[in-house]
């Protein structure tokens, strides 16, 4: 009772207004500034691109109001006259309320990061780049959390030795348990960063061929070039070959035919012109040369070059075919014969 007396003596009505005045100010100023920081930060995360000006605005809104209020009474406080027990409890507190800050500023650089980290390891839609960084921002959050915790428990004068043992056990057994899963996540990433295929590419994996779908964390789906859907795991794409075709955005075609050698050297003058016209009766292709390649003991070796049309092979092969005929059609309307003859 002496004690409380002796309180109530130090901190005179006149302290208890000048601490609660100085907490209001010091509150306002924060809300205040706060306020003006969000409104300047929304014009530049406006007129800008960049990750820097949205993650000074996350963190700004994501100030905690109890934190701010803390703040302020702790300042407040100062013209008090407390008992060792109030400042310790004020102190503890205090931690807490920093330690929620923390995670909650940690929370948007880590969300920040991810999405600026997204962007960049996916230049076009795909799940498969969304779904692995999904789950690498909850782990990391949850690390992050885990970590606030952890010193809040330390603040409140918890023993934390038992609790990191149980952490340590619990993480082992845990990894055990999804061991496969953690692979399945590995190989994602591998492919996240090596990039053997992507979504919208055509590759060979094995004995499959066909467009890749989506990639997923566990596996691939491919529909094959007869029609069908085909579900390859992850580790596939890792382990073995992939041959990728968009590395070859104009393909090559060279057709080799064989004349007779009684046919007349001047209709082998018109070869060129022929070649020409008969690739360009396909739209899209792009004709690269035409002319006499060798003389050979059964004929007149010629040979035609040209770029087919499209990205798919399936075009490709429809363009190909298409300038086959049209040569076949004006050699023959030419008098050059052909001889399959060896």
Request: proline share 4%.
């Amino acid at each position: 009772m002496d004690s409380v007396l002796e309180l109530l003596d130090l901190n005179t009505p006149t302290r208890l207004l000048a601490g609660l005045g100085l907490s209001a100010a010091v509150f306002l100023a924060l809300e205040l500034a706060r306020r003006l920081l969000i409104r300047r930060l929304q014009g530049v995360a406006a007129a800008s691109e960049g990750a820097i000006d949205d993650l000074l605005l996350r963190m700004a809104r994501g100030t905690f109001f109890v934190a701010r209020l803390m703040f302020a009474l702790w300042v407040g406080s100062w013209t008090l006259h407390l008992p060792e027990l109030g400042v310790g409890a004020l102190g503890r507190v205090g931690v807490a309320m920093v330690a929620v800050q923390l995670g909650r500023w940690g929370g948007a650089v880590i969300d920040t990061g991810f999405l600026v980290w997204g962007r960049r390891a996916e230049a076009q839609p795909s799940s498969q780049a969304a779904n692995v960084l999904a789950v690498l921002r909850a782990l990391t959050r949850g690390a992050w959390w885990t970590g606030m915790a952890l010193l809040v428990l330390e603040n409140l004068g918890v023993d934390l030795a038992p609790v990191l043992t149980g952490l340590g056990v619990g993480g082992v057994a845990l990894a055990l348990a999804v061991q496969s899963v953690v692979g399945d996540l590995l190989r994602s990433l591998t492919i996240l960063f090596d990039r053997p295929a992507s979504v919208g590419e055509h590759v060979v994996i094995g004995d499959i061929a066909g467009r890749v779908e989506t990639i997923g964390i566990r596996s691939t789906r491919i529909r094959a070039l007869s029609g069908e859907e085909v579900v390859v795991p992850n580790a596939d794409l890792v382990t073995k070959s992939v041959r990728n075709f968009k590395v070859l955005p104009e393909e090559l075609t060279t057709v080799r035919l064989l004349a007779l050698l009684t046919t007349p050297a001047e209709r082998f003058r018109k070869l060129p012109e022929l070649a020409r016209a008969a690739v360009g009766e396909a739209p899209g292709a792009t004709f690269v040369s035409a002319g006499i390649a060798e003389l050979g003991q059964y004929g007149v070796v010629l040979e035609i070059r040209f770029h087919p049309a499209g990205s798919e092979p399936a075009t490709r092969h429809e363009c190909r075919q298409e300038v086959f005929l049209s040569l076949l059609r004006l050699l023959q309307d030419s008098g050059i014969q052909l001889t399959n003859r060896a």
